[in-house]
């Protein structure tokens, strides 16, 4: 049964239901449920009560509701009922599907097979001679005494089941029976997008992907299925691989509600909409680009609200922090990020905002997009579109009497030296660059046509970054490394953590962090100050090898360095260290 099946079935406020399983008799309400779900902690009051709301002015059931406005995933409704009423919860791969073998079972029935279809019901020959069943709504259309009726030498054993598995089964019935078609008409495909099955699976998958905080939704159609993965801590993860068939009403459903044209499918196209997902403000971005076997759907996970950025809880080592404190602390002059798409640099750069916004300093920043909101500081949003780019916003900005000034991303000439000259005029700029490393943010600027002595003059520091997967703290084992990353990591220790015994540990697996082993990420970093010998370096044209070389004498640890103090630590292994800076 779907998640909105067992909704149904077991928590009307005005049904009692005697399982045929052994289960006894259960009585159980939406009171029950929402108590339950809220000492859980898996929604807030707020969530309840809008529920309870749209429950009395439409009618259903509470569970399903919960999930349709994005309070509650499938999954954690299931699991709750599945605890409280000790029915199983069938996996993917416990439900297999033999058309033949359904049709049998069905015609012994004397209904007529279509109706089971339209029921949205599945039977199963269960061992020693038992009826598995699940079902959309068996109270609710009397598909239990139906079911004893036409089969009363037989016990009926009833599952759990998810909406997606159920909706696959059903799927494959109705092809086999030759009850399907599809138009691809634009009154098609929003009749599609408005089906109540495609409305809770998109609901669901929004939530899904937020509780397991999950950046990024991939829906890849193939060519004999469609396949949904969760990018949760930088690595993708498949979570459904459905029929392929469902891709049109579930593409059409994300166009509808994130603005884009619904029967555009040669074009690439961009949306956005916003939900609140488990009582947060989130902003979804939806783009779309064509293939071979249909449009990729991608969705990128924005909390609109920010939940407070600490330099401290960033995963910077001790020195490394006192350096980056004193580069912001300075009046003047420019600090670079680096990094690929992806590694924090954003993060990194509110944090900074955060511990210099102390309400003494006009600070503006010019982004594209705006990912989080910060308050007592004026945010712009770069909209190339209608003119406003990040040169020209810079120019208004530096009218605006500004002490700090944020640039998402120096992506031209003109904007590197806009930004130079508001660092040389007394302003503090802080901005990212896509470089693999920080020394190699020099010859970049160059390469846009700054001439030498204006990337040596204001530039104060440049900090490269990426991040690892931290170890899950419930399952992580202690195992020492091979001698040779041992030798390394001693001769690369602070000072502060040569006191302290070492914690390798590698990952092992548990239901917490998806058997994946990891939860959560943390920095690496590469931290490069400008000193007298580096900008000697860059006014002379030497090469960035001999500046890399010039650095690590100065005591500076690349990413991989950095990476084995963590591992060293126990925040990660040394495995996530090398696949992350794997040359």
């Known amino acids: 049964m779907s998640g909105t099946t067992e909704a149904d079935v077991f928590l009307d406020a005005n049904q009692t239901r005697t399982s045929s399983n052994g289960m006894g008799t259960a009585s159980a309400d939406d009171s029950y449920l929402g108590s339950r779900l809220l000492c859980e902690g898996l929604i807030n009051s707020d969530d309840l009560r809008k529920a309870m709301v749209i429950k009395q002015r439409t009618g259903g059931k509470i569970g399903p509701i919960l999930i349709r406005i994005g309070a509650l995933s499938e999954e954690n409704l299931l699991r709750i009922l599945s605890d409280t009423f000790g029915l199983p919860l069938l996996d993917t791969g416990d439900l297999k599907v033999d058309p033949e073998a359904f049709h049998s079972i069905v015609g012994k029935s004397g209904i007529d097979p279509d109706w089971w279809l339209d029921q949205e019901v599945f039977v199963w020959d269960g061992p020693n001679g038992s009826l598995g069943c699940v079902a959309r709504d068996p109270v609710g259309n009397g598909i239990e005494e139906i079911l004893h009726r036409c089969f009363p030498a037989r ?81 993708l993860h498949s979570q459904f ?225 990426r991040l690892v997967r931290r170890l899950c703290p419930h399952c992580s084992i202690p195992s020492e490394p091979v001698k040779e990353i041992i030798e390394v990591t001693n001769t690369i220790l602070p000072d502060a953590l040569k006191a302290w015994p070492a914690n390798w540990r590698v990952a092992a697996g548990c239901p917490k962090c998806q058997s994946t082993g990891y939860r959560g990420r943390e920095g690496i970093f590469e931290m490069v100050p400008v000193t007298a010998a580096i900008q000697h370096c860059i006014l002379t044209g030497k090469s960035t090898m001999e500046m890399r070389e010039l650095s690590r004498n100065d005591g500076c640890r690349n990413l991989r360095e950095d990476g084995l103090l963590k591992a060293w630590r126990g925040v990660t292994s040394i495995e996530e260290v090398l696949r992350v800076t794997a040359e």
């Open 241 to 465: 691989i459905l029929p392929k068939e469902r891709y049109p009403a579930i593409s059409s459903r994300l166009k509808l509600i994130s603005g884009m044209d619904i029967a555009e499918r040669r074009l690439p196209q961009d949306g956005r909409l916003g939900l609140r997902l488990s009582g947060e403000e989130v902003d979804i971005r939806v783009s779309t680009l064509p293939g071979v076997h249909g449009e990729s759907v991608v969705l990128r996970l924005l909390p609109k609200e920010s939940k407070g950025f600490d330099l401290e809880g960033l995963g910077f080592e001790s020195d490394y922090l006192l350096m980056l404190q004193n580069w912001i602390a300075q009046p003047h002059g420019i600090i670079l990020v680096t990094g690929p798409t992806g590694s924090g640099k954003s993060t990194t750069l509110y944090a900074v905002l955060e511990a210099i916004n102390d309400r003494k300093k006009k600070i503006i920043t010019v982004e594209d997009p705006v990912e989080y909101q910060i308050d007592g500081i004026h945010q712009t949003q770069a909209h190339a579109e209608i003119g406003l780019t990040f040169a020209r916003a810079l120019r208004s900005i530096l009218r605006q009497d500004p002490d700090v000034i944020l640039i998402g991303e120096i992506r031209d000439r003109e904007t590197a030296e806009i930004a130079i000259q508001a660092s040389l005029t007394g302003h503090l700029v802080l901005s990212t660059l896509h470089t693999n490393d920080a020394i190699s943010s020099f010859t970049r600027l160059i390469d846009m046509g700054v001439e030498p002595f204006l990337v040596a003059t204001p530039v104060r520091g440049v900090l490269a970054q």
């Open 155 to 235: 016990e009926i054993q009833f599952f759990l089941a998810r909406s997606y598995d159920l909706d696959r089964i059903l799927e494959s019935l109705s092809r086999s029976a030759n009850r399907r078609t599809f138009s691809d008409s634009v009154d098609h495909l929003k009749e599609l997008a408005e089906e109540a099955p495609v409305i809770e699976f998109v609901n669901n998958l929004f939530s899904r992907a937020f509780e397991q905080r999950s950046s990024d939704v991939h829906i890849e159609p193939g060519e004999h299925a469609l396949e949904v993965r969760f990018r949760t801590d930088g690595v």
